[in-house]
């Protein structure tokens, strides 16, 4: 009897509502390079004339609807980008350095998990602090030594404002995205304008 009056307690104070979300997202490359060189036998790259590039992110979310302030949000986002450089090569023990010009580009898959806050006094401010791993899905490059996009970890912090509607929840967001290992030659930073809806929730 007590135990099912806790679970019925429990249900009653969380529930999941499946969101979705998109919007504009800007990024920046900065190339990886030990200051001593590269290692025996290996490369860096070095980026020139890298710019601010525009792509697009898309996703779906759990929110939890809680009595407490305090969350996780579970995200799944798909990002387009592409970056052109021109890359000086830098290789250790082999003929000299060499530049070329690159556009490569990706669609990738990012998997959050972020602890999320509400705040106000309707808490439909949400801010979120966690972090991510990514997995390149289909990357493109104009030349065969580019390697694109690649496997990295990073984190990422969001700003969530939330408007109830007639049959859901619209939420504006700014996040802001950072590499923090990778398995390629560069790091990217990013920037995220979007708009999210959540089905039926009712804040």
Request: with cysteine; proline share 3%.
């Amino acid at each position: 009897m007590f135990c099912k009056e806790v679970s019925d307690s429990t249900r009653s104070r969380t529930k999941a509502s499946l969101g979705i979300r998109g919007g504009l997202n800007l990024s920046y490359l900065n190339s990886i390079k030990d200051p001593s060189g590269p290692p025996m036998g290996s490369s860096h790259y070095d980026l020139e004339g890298n710019r601010l590039s525009a792509g697009f992110s898309s996703g779906f979310f759990l929110d939890f609807k809680s009595e407490d302030n305090f969350s996780i949000e579970p995200q799944i986002n798909f990002i387009y980008i592409t970056h052109e450089a021109n890359l000086t090569v830098v290789r250790r023990y082999q003929s000299g350095v060499y530049s070329y010009n690159d556009r490569f580009s990706s669609f990738i898959m990012q998997i959050c998990i972020l602890p999320k806050f509400a705040v106000g006094k309707k808490h439909n401010f949400k801010i979120m602090y966690g972090p991510f791993v990514k997995f390149p899905l289909i990357t493109t490059s104009n030349s065969s030594t580019g390697d694109g996009f690649q496997i990295g970890v990073g984190q990422i912090a969001c700003l969530r404002l939330d408007a109830q509607a007639k049959s859901g929840v619209i939420g504006f967001d700014f996040r802001v995205g950072s590499d923090l290992a990778s398995s390629q030659n560069f790091r990217e930073t990013s920037l995220t304008l979007g708009l999210s809806y959540v089905f039926g929730l009712k804040k």
